[in-house]
């Protein structure tokens, strides 16, 4: 583990993107916040040619590889010395040391393939937890059927996926008359579960606390671990691993009183050949404790206005390859991607401003929607599978949102309901 000034020499001198990124960076007297804020856009440029990429600091030799997000051709890779990972998975297996109980049977519905980490990040964290568990590694993809009478068989009692595959687990549970009672923890991991999800969840799992598993991504690293004391939404920080920070969206301004709501940004202290050093994750968040506090509690608010990535069940969609799609068939300047949910399904919805005098915006709604399919043929995967209702409009302007404070177009506009207490001190 290195300290943050060890790790700002290394990648100075090492990495040709930190160079340019700190080179008016004073040598000694810095503080963190004196850092610049990664722009997630120049990070990740020529990231697909892992060989010349300026953010690494050194070549790839003893590494794993894994996607980000969007299809397998689109880049954006994440990389990990074989140290690192396994220090990775090493700590955040032990943070489950008090989420899992001794003799667990935890059935592992991640995503596994295609370069998806989720899966083989649980398993390898799974070895690391220090007391008695069994791992039953399903995946994502276990036939509904089969995988019901294996938990009841094997008395499996820890479900651990993504909230929208265990959403459709348990629709499946219902529509079959089938409950689970033995199943005693769902643990969830890569987006949020919300309390309007809970009684689809609570009627065939009725014996069952829902948790988040923990709070990690696959570009990041280590962001928050879930404990026992933590509701939905809740993390506490990973001391020693990781800074964590929560910054004004429009000033810029480091947030450290509790109930305000920012940008969580994250400089991870364990990676030295693919570093970050204040990357926004791009997720929305805001303390719960007091600023001394070891472990510091924080909760997240959902997606940023200009976040980098859209998490939708394990797909990512990213606003820069949609504005570029959106530019390329139609010219457009105005657009926002609007999320809400149902309890059975992410509700997602493209809106887009015609060009004023622009002809045929029937055609071009049609073609826009088609060309962002063809980009993202996951959503066809998650429409069919009721898990995402897509749709894309063509619209005025008045009903695309802007920042309450700064006046400006939100690329993403996040309508899920999160607690309405911290939502309201982030408007003051």
Same mark, same amino acid.
């Given at each position: 583990?290195? $300290? ?61 590889? &894994? ?31 008090? $989420? ?35 791992? &039953? ?89 879930? $404990? ?9 920080? &990973? ?152 749709? $894309? ?36």
């Amino acid at each position: 583990m290195l $300290t943050l000034e060890q790790l700002v020499t290394h990648v100075r001198q090492h990495s040709p993107y930190y160079a340019e990124h700190l080179k008016h960076l004073p040598e000694q007297g810095w503080k963190l916040h004196d850092i610049p804020v990664c722009d997630p856009a120049t990070f990740w440029q020529n990231s697909e040619h892992l060989d010349t990429w300026p953010v690494l600091t050194t070549s790839i030799v003893g590494a794993h590889i &894994f996607k980000t997000g969007g299809t397998t051709g689109q880049g954006k890779l994440a990389v990990y010395s074989r140290q690192e990972w396994h220090d990775f998975v090493q700590t955040f297996g032990r943070s489950l040391n008090n $989420t899992l109980n001794a003799g667990d049977r935890v059935a592992n519905l991640f995503y596994a393939g295609d370069l998806y980490a989720s899966f083989i990040f649980l398993h390898d964290s799974l070895s690391h937890v220090e007391v008695p568990i069994c791992e &039953f590694p399903f995946t994502g993809a276990a036939n509904y059927c089969g995988l019901t009478q294996a938990l009841m068989d094997y008395q499996i009692n820890v479900l651990a996926g993504v909230p929208a595959q265990l959403m459709r687990f348990a629709t499946y549970l219902d529509e079959h008359q089938r409950c689970l009672p033995h199943v005693q923890s769902l643990l969830y991991g890569g987006e949020s579960l919300f309390e309007s999800q809970l009684p689809a969840l609570r009627r065939v799992l009725p014996n069952a606390r829902f948790s988040s598993i923990g709070y990690a991504s696959v570009d990041a690293g280590l962001i928050g671990q879930s $404990t026992t004391d933590c509701a939905l939404g809740e993390h506490r920080v &990973f001391d020693q691993h990781s800074l964590v920070e929560i910054i004004d969206e429009h000033t810029g301004e480091v947030i450290e009183q509790s109930g305000r709501s920012g940008r969580l940004v994250l400089t991870n202290l364990s990676r030295t050949l693919m570093p970050m050093l204040r990357y926004p994750v791009g997720d929305r968040a805001a303390w719960l404790e007091p600023s001394a506090t070891a472990q510091r509690k924080f909760i997240l608010l959902g997606r940023c206005a200009q976040s980098h990535r859209v998490r939708i069940a394990e797909l990512s969609i990213f606003p820069d390859d949609l504005g570029h799609i959106i530019h390329d068939l139609a010219e457009v300047v105005q657009w926002q991607l609007q999320i809400d949910n149902n309890s059975q399904a992410d509700l997602v919805t493209l809106k887009w401003v015609p060009s004023e005098g622009s002809e045929q915006i029937s055609v071009i709604n049609d073609a826009l929607n088609e060309a962002v399919l063809q980009h993202y043929p996951g959503i066809r995967s998650l429409v069919a599978e009721g898990q995402l209702e897509w749709s $894309t409009q063509a619209c005025s302007s008045l009903l695309l949102s802007c920042n309450p404070k700064s006046g400006k177009l939100m690329r993403v506009h996040d309508l899920r309901s999160y607690p309405s207490s911290i939502m309201m001190e982030s408007e003051r």
